[in-house]
């Protein structure tokens, strides 16, 4: 079966996409220090949720997962976001790096520079780490290595796709197990440079856990949106409830996961009051103080209670519910995450922010809907097929 | 009509899954089955209602997060207020980050142990209890479907054994009371 992208759909995403342009274009004329990090957190978002089905799908081949394979089609239309998101946020990303905003503090060369007027000694003493140079080379690293292996995976989707052969399975396997030790650095890294290093004087070793929880959580519910949405179109008859209450759970574990992060990194800090490391959270205080707290009960308290009952795991309409809040929570995150390092007190909550989000969101849209246009949705040739059309729990 | 229990032995598990439908189907209502491992989808099949032990549990948590915020209301905040690391101790909300893991703690502790208990009453499972098992041979390869007659007033005994009989049962005994 396969799945069709009506003209229709289709002219919904780009509308969207018009007026995420319109918007940021808007945004870059009224006002560029808000529209810059704006930019930087929503091309960090739709990326990190490409990058986030790719992590769920490496992990099913390295756990040898059989329940999956039905929904291994919707996980791979996802991660084929990953290619363009990285294009784009690999160019917003370098350009602050070479100090043409002022989303990165150290990118200024007059702030390490000894004797000019706004030396800065802790970050003078960060600069090996944190110069353009060897900035960009990490990015470009990261990026580069997700694309390649997101492609190498697709390359191999398709043997398995042609062909019954446990041999071609095996590789994917192996070439998960590669992927993934590579993300479980990448992962952690790429967040201290690209999120961390906006409060400059701030460190946080839970950080890159932070930043992935969130992400891995909202691919997940990502997932969970595009496979209901298919089974309401008819496609994928052989997905049963039992696969949606499997990702219901992995919705609801990787909340609690989040939130796990999300206050042993608050309460260590908060509980010795340094002045080095409090400086995070009081800028989020002062200025985001409804955010901050609200971000807490959209992706904690209602998907945890919501989600705990059995029955409501089997529920399409509630996750469907969830599934919008907790991304609309883990989006507010990022945003509290990135913005007041940058604009402190200045910041707008507005048309150019939700403008741009829905720009890229028409995007998003777009490349994961003529991916999964471009294949059968169903995976009869996966080896496990057998085995995950008759899952039950 | 006398009392009577009624065992049918299958030597296995799918005849006896295609039999307790069956007899389901004739409105013939099962007591148990014994077995020598979880039969998997077996449950509804015999008419077992899901537990509702989740629901005890999210109720013994309940019981436990309110224990945790009492008992660190009333040691750090009531009775000796204590100043710990310069946190303010005059109000339990002001300190609440320091008592999350403990509320955490004493809430999962509370739902396990609740749990535990509730699940050892209900099946009357206590130290020294004598094994209850009409036949051994359910610890091994038998598979053995438990009726009483107590149960199914419709329907008469010797017509559940021939169901029994027809649909695979490889030994029948039955029990007086």
Redesign the interface.
């Known amino acids: 079966m396969n799945y069709t992208f009506t003209s229709k759909t289709k002219n919904i995403c780009f509308i969207l996409m018009g007026i995420g342009l319109l918007s940021l274009a808007g945004g870059f004329i009224a006002d560029s220090h808000r529209a810059w990090p704006t930019l930087l957190h929503n091309a960090f978002f739709f990326m990190a949720i490409g990058l986030g089905a790719l992590f769920f799908m490496a992990i099913q081949y390295a756990a040898e997962a059989g329940w999956s394979a039905t929904v291994k089609r919707p996980m791979e239309a996802i991660a084929s976001y990953l290619p363009y998101g990285a294009a784009i946020f690999g160019i917003v990303v370098i350009m602050s790096a070479l100090h043409m905003n002022h989303i990165y503090h150290w990118a200024d060369p007059a702030v390490t520079t000894e004797g000019s007027p706004v030396y800065d000694e802790i970050i003078a003493g960060k600069s090996a780490f944190l110069n353009p140079v060897f900035y960009i080379i990490r990015t470009v690293v990261y990026l580069a290595g997700w694309v390649l292996f997101y492609r190498s995976f697709m390359k191999r989707s398709e043997i398995e796709r042609l062909s019954l052969d446990v041999k071609a399975w095996k590789k994917s396997q192996s070439l998960s197990a590669y992927f993934l030790v590579f993300f479980a650095v990448t992962s952690s890294t790429s967040a201290w440079d690209w999120i961390m290093s906006i409060d400059t004087h701030w460190f946080s070793t839970l950080y890159g856990w932070y930043t992935f929880a969130g992400f891995f959580v909202s691919a997940l519910t990502v997932i969970t949106l595009l496979v209901l949405h298919l089974k309401s179109k008819g496609l994928l008859p052989e997905v049963n409830e039992n696969h949606i209450h499997d990702l219901g759970k992995f919705m609801f574990a990787f909340s609690v996961f989040w939130t796990y992060l999300w206050?042993s990194q608050?309460?260590l800090i908060?509980?010795?009051?340094i002045p080095e490391e409090v400086t995070y959270y009081m800028d989020r205080f002062e200025n985001y103080k409804f955010l901050f707290i609200f971000n807490l009960f959209l992706n904690f308290f209602f998907p945890f209670l919501v989600l705990?009952?059995?029955a409501s795991k089997r529920n399409y309409a509630l996750l469907k519910v969830v599934g919008v809040v907790i991304l609309i929570g883990h989006w507010s995150d990022n945003f509290v995450m990135i913005t007041p390092g940058v604009l402190k007190d200045h910041w707008h909550l507005g048309w150019v922010e939700i403008g741009t989000m829905l720009g890229f969101l028409g995007l998003f849209g777009f490349v994961i809907l003529s991916k999964l246009a471009s294949r059968p949705v169903n995976n009869p040739t996966h080896i496990f097929y057998e085995e995950s059309v008759h899952h039950?729990i | 009509m006398s009392k009577q229990i009624i065992y049918g032995v299958f030597d296995d598990e799918e005849v006896l899954i295609s039999s307790a439908k069956a007899l389901r189907g004739q409105g013939v209502k099962i007591r148990d089955v014994f077995s020598p491992f979880p039969i998997?989808?077996l449950d509804p099949v015999i008419g077992i209602k899901p537990t509702r032990l989740?629901n005890a549990a999210?109720f013994y948590g309940m019981f436990g997060t309110s224990m945790a915020v009492l008992m660190t209301w009333y040691m750090m905040i009531h009775d000796w207020p204590m100043n710990v690391?310069?946190?303010p101790s005059f109000t339990w909300f002001e300190n609440m980050?320091?008592f999350?893991?403990v509320t955490f703690e004493l809430t999962v502790f509370c739902a396990a142990h609740g749990m535990v208990l509730s699940y050892l009453l209900v099946n009357k499972i206590y130290p020294g209890r004598k094994a209850h098992n009409p036949d051994p041979r359910s610890t091994d390869d038998m598979f053995i479907m438990e009726i009483q007659t107590v149960d199914n007033k419709k329907v008469a005994g010797s017509e559940i054994i021939s169901v029994l009989r027809n649909t695979g049962a490889i030994e029948i005994n039955q029990k007086e009371l």
Do not use: E, L, Q, V
């Open positions: 206050f608050f309460m908060w509980y010795s009051n705990m009952k059995r039950h | 998997h989808g989740s999210f690391g310069g946190k980050p320091a999350i893991p």
